[in-house]
């Protein structure tokens, strides 16, 4: 059975401090390739803001919850997941239109050409566990956010990395 084609929308989730420390994360597919947390639509009903909460937590292993801490029952035991609650999510309002890169070309349909990308910010506290999803990703790194703009190899990720100042709540 065929894997269906990509949704051409997506999510672009800027995890940062409230000190403007950005998460990047190593591609598994691209080494080299440093990004935010980034990643497509499920299906065509599935709200952007549910794609986001998804994503960091397939990618980082964040839970991202309305509840002010969840427990989990894993083999008996009683844990506290790493989790940062929904109001840290914020939506941008932005949105990025790009032409999908050849190399991944061959997961859309073959009328697609663009995807439209949709941005996030997650305020996480500095010292939160990052678990990666080692089939998509080999390191992390915390950098300080112009640093992360730098390290970025997709342009529209390192201009949403440069307005996290804009849309910060250092308050929080």
């Known amino acids: 059975m065929s894997r269906p084609y990509k ?5 672009l989730v800027v995890i940062h401090t409230a000190q403007l420390e950005v998460l990047l994360i190593e591609r598994a597919d691209r080494p080299g390739f440093w990004q935010s947390v980034t990643g497509s639509k499920d299906s065509v009903d599935e709200l952007f803001l549910e794609t986001a909460v998804r994503e960091v937590e397939e990618e980082t292993g964040i839970a991202v919850r309305n509840l002010p801490f ?9 844990t506290i997941s790493a ?34 990308e949709h941005v996030f910010g997650l305020r ?10 080692p089939r998509e990703h080999l390191n992390f790194v915390w950098l300080p956010y112009r640093e992360a703009a730098d390290k970025c190899f ?7 990395i440069l307005l996290l100042p804009k849309y910060v709540d250092r308050a929080g």
């Open 7 to 11: 949704i051409p929308e997506s999510v």
């Open 70 to 78: 969840e427990q989990e029952q894993v083999a008996g035991l009683v």
């Open 83 to 116: 989790h940062v609650p929904l109001e840290n999510l914020k939506d941008w309002q932005l949105s990025n239109v790009y032409d999908i890169y050849p190399v991944w070309q061959h997961r859309y349909g073959p009328d697609v050409t663009r995807n439209t």
């Open 124 to 133: 996480v506290p500095r010292d939160i566990p990052v678990v990666l999803a």
């Open 154 to 160: 997709s342009a529209s990720n390192a201009e949403a």
